[in-house]
């Protein structure tokens, strides 16, 4: 099997050194990437620890998963992640979306598509230090060193945002791990890319998703439940806009029927009790759960799928037993042995 990246995810909980302790921690593991959510009245602010994380790790690349163009001007994105990568050498991905919690905690819809698309594009032309039109101004970010770059993934689900994905993004977010639905966005990803002639090899795949290592399996389904109420949230705006079209495979619409609303409260938590409606069946689907040869089965599938990088969420009472075992059991044997 060919090298995968492993990322990890957390959310920016206090006390913030923890949250660069673990991120340390995860590079010495053999971890690639360091990602963190973007919800800045539920969490601390993440661009502020990923400083302190870029500032004690020597190659790990770390971004937002995922920031939207709603709650930060477009303009502050790129800077913020041009001045890390001036001092940190081009280590920041931007990891971008339409927004969830950030906009919805405070009584705010998630942007359009075609904002989101505009927004891509103009983040990441400011933070290369090009000029770019801004709603009918030219602007340019003047102190951006030559040879900078900005990587922008998008996050989606939906047949639009997979098509925008594929015109302009270069890479691709995608917050579940279940074979097929993978399959089937790839798919879609890489048809756009190509109906746009932009090559699909250079969109790099992201599949983000909860991973809990041990045998109890009744206990971790219970742990990660909460990511299948997290994914419904983007899926009820899909069955709201595309209905029973078939547009969208029943296998990612199907499970939330028995949606009744959703507790911000409690986001990305286990326990939220408005996450109950999820089955175990699709917590196997989205999760990947079980000891290390199950995780590398699951991983294995997903590589010969096209994904190039499997982030972890890490939101569950093992985080760093997990960490542990991903990092002797699992990632040296997805890199050959390498770390």
Same mark, same amino acid.
């Given at each position: ?9 957390? +959310? ?6 923890? #949250? ?31 400083? +302190?994380?870029? =500032? ?13 163009? =709603? ?25 971008? *979306? ?15 598509? =075609? ?49 925008? #994905?594929?015109?302009?993004?270069? *890479? ?9 639905? #993978? ?29 809990? #290592? *041990? ?105 760093? =037993? ?18």
């Amino acid at each position: 099997m060919s090298p995968m990246d492993v990322g990890l995810v957390l +959310q920016t909980d206090p006390p913030g050194s923890a #949250v660069v302790d673990r991120m340390v921690r995860a590079e010495e593991l053999g971890f690639s990437h360091g990602w963190t959510f973007d919800s800045h009245v539920l969490w601390q602010e993440p661009y502020v620890i990923l400083s +302190q994380v870029l =500032a004690r790790t020597s190659r790990l690349v770390v971004g937002p998963m995922v920031t939207n163009p =709603a709650t930060r001007d477009w303009t502050v994105i790129a800077s913020l992640h041009a001045t890390l990568n001036e001092m940190h050498g081009n280590r920041t991905i931007c990891g971008i *979306g339409r927004g969830d919690s950030a906009v919805r905690v405070q009584g705010r819809k998630p942007t359009t598509l =075609a904002r989101l698309a505009d927004s891509v594009q103009v983040i990441r032309e400011l933070a290369a230090g090009r000029a770019v039109d801004v709603e009918g101004t030219s602007i340019r970010i003047p102190w951006v060193p030559a040879g900078a770059s900005l990587p922008v993934w998008v996050a989606g689900y939906g047949p639009k945002a997979l098509e925008l #994905v594929g015109r302009y993004a270069d *890479g691709f977010i995608l917050q579940l791990a279940d074979p097929y639905l #993978v399959e089937w966005t790839v798919k879609s990803v890489r048809a756009a890319a190509e109906a746009a002639g932009r090559d699909p090899a250079r969109i790099t795949v992201c599949v983000a998703a909860p991973a809990y #290592v *041990g045998d109890d399996l009744a206990h971790a389904r219970d742990q990660c439940r909460w990511f299948g109420g997290m994914v419904g949230n983007h899926v009820a705006d899909l069955v709201t806009r595309y209905g029973e079209s078939g547009a969208v495979p029943a296998e990612l619409t199907g499970y939330i029927k028995g949606r009744e609303g959703y507790d911000y409260s409690h986001h990305g938590k286990a326990g939220n009790r408005t996450t109950d409606f999820v089955p175990d069946e699709v917590v196997d689907r989205f999760c990947l759960l079980g000891p290390p040869s199950a995780q590398l089965e699951r991983l294995a599938g997903l590589r010969e799928l096209g994904v190039d990088q499997f982030a972890v969420y890490a939101m569950h009472d093992a985080v760093d =037993a997990t960490l542990e075992a991903y990092g002797t059991d699992v990632i040296p044997r997805l890199q050959g042995g390498r770390r």
